[in-house]
């Protein structure tokens, strides 16, 4: 026997016996502790079908979203308020951020300075660092309700009657006073009206004030007569191809069985290719198709 094992002759055979069976139980012991750490006793059975392909289209749809932030490496100005879930997302914030900056959103409050964007997201200093240059803050007039009132009597009397009739507002930078201004519309309603335009990052057609099931037809009818959609509204398109459930399913115009169905139409049939591909998803909004298709690339 090698001599490293000599002083195993200096017990007796059933201590060693006793020895052998304590490295013995030790070497069990580890084997037992590797196979608990390393096998995924969850059955085969127990995993449903729909769970291994989202799981699996999940891992795919991060790979071409890293590619794509990999070429996408420029950052515009923005304001802020109007973050929506796939620019906050390429951005880096997490749906929690996200989720904070909305629920303030509801209050009917505006974000005005980095240090306000940070106290109600609570995002890193790192990633205020890097995203505060860009932010772009909307101007809201400096004087007060009454004198707000002087100015428009002046410019009154600077307008005919007829020229103030026919003028008409962009509704995408409306903001609540404006809006109040149209019959039947009051501050919640404003308020529904912001918080949709935040949603979707503006507004495509005034036919979407049809949206609003709440609102009165004569208060739609005026809303359509006092603003337009003028020139293009700069949306952060979704692209379907690429986008997660999370992101379809928080889309206003999707609810979570069409981002499901999407998902599931092109994990089946490959990338889709235009608005029409998705008219073959039997729970599509189809009423909504030329007002979707606007936010949508493919």
Do not use: C
Not at 10 to 38: E, N, P
Not at 88 to 106: F, N, P, T
Not at 221 to 235: A, E, N, R, T, Y
Not at 269 to 277: A, M, P, R, Y
Request: overall charge positive; hydrophobic content about 40%; glycine content about 4%.
């Amino acid at each position: 026997m090698p001599k490293p094992f000599r002083f195993f002759h200096l017990f007796t055979k059933s201590q060693q016996k006793g020895i052998l069976a304590l490295f013995a139980l030790l070497i069990f012991v580890q084997v037992l502790y590797f196979i608990f750490t390393s096998i995924d006793f969850t059955s085969e059975k127990e995993k449903s079908a729909e769970e291994k392909q989202w799981l699996a289209l999940q891992s795919k749809i991060d790979e071409l979203k890293a590619k794509k932030r990999g070429h996408k490496d420029t950052i515009y100005l923005f304001n802020p308020n109007y973050l929506n879930d796939y620019k906050g997302y390429v951005l880096g914030l997490s749906v929690k951020e996200l989720d904070r900056l909305y629920a303030y959103r509801k209050t009917g409050s505006y974000i005005n300075s980095a240090k306000d964007f940070q106290k109600v997201t609570h995002i890193h200093d790192t990633l205020l660092t890097k995203l505060s240059p860009y932010f772009k803050f909307g101007v809201k007039p400096a004087y007060t309700k009454t004198e707000s009132l002087v100015k428009e009597s002046r410019v009154y009397n600077k307008e005919s009657k007829s020229e103030m009739a026919l003028k008409v507002s962009d509704i995408n930078t409306a903001l609540e006073e404006d809006l109040v201004k149209v019959f039947g519309i009051g501050s919640f309603y404003a308020k529904e009206i912001l918080r949709r335009r935040a949603m979707l990052g503006g507004f495509v057609s005034m036919d979407q004030m049809d949206d609003f099931t709440t609102f009165s037809p004569e208060a739609k009818l005026g809303l359509k007569k006092s603003f337009k959609v003028i020139g293009q509204p700069d949306v952060e398109k979704i692209n379907v191809n690429t986008a997660s459930l999370l992101q379809l399913s928080r889309f206003p115009y999707f609810n979570k069985d069409v981002a499901k169905s999407i998902i599931t139409e092109r994990s089946m049939n490959g990338k889709l290719h235009k608005i029409d591909d998705l008219l073959k998803i039997s729970n599509f909004p189809v009423d909504k198709v030329k007002i979707i298709a606007l936010y949508l690339e493919f």
